[in-house]
């Protein structure tokens, strides 16, 4: 599992305040993106053995174009855990994270609770 910390979860806030972490991307694109990787950095963590893929952004693949970085990485069966925050509280390696997805009859993604738990 990696966990990408891009710091762009310090843009989520709740009411308008919160608008540069989504809104002003997607809707009025009024503000670059959320920093994400590209389809060869997805294929290339799949090649390292990476299974699952966190981000602090909206999305893990690039506000502009997502379609290719996350087609690499769910034809490989890549799970994707995005809009997570406060990354900038774990260690760089030892954490153990767990995400609690709900179960949606055929659902393609939905909410879920992240945790981290710290080594002591």
């Keep these: 599992m990696v966990l990408l910390r891009s710091g762009w979860d310090r843009l989520y806030r709740t009411g308008p305040g919160g608008n540069g972490y989504g809104w002003d991307v997607v809707i009025t694109k009024s503000v670059p993106g959320w920093p994400a990787p590209d389809e060869e950095m997805v294929s290339a963590l799949h090649e390292k053995g990476v299974q699952c893929l966190g981000a602090d952004g909206l999305s893990v693949g690039p506000a502009d174009d997502g379609l290719p970085a996350h087609v690499a990485g769910l034809s490989r069966s890549t799970v994707f855990v995005e ?18 997805f709900l179960k949606i009859e055929e659902g393609t993604g939905g909410p879920g609770r992240a945790i981290a738990v710290l080594p002591k």
Excluded: E, K
């Design 83 to 100: 809009a997570l925050t406060n990354l900038s509280a774990l260690p760089p390696r030892g954490a153990f994270f767990l995400t609690l």
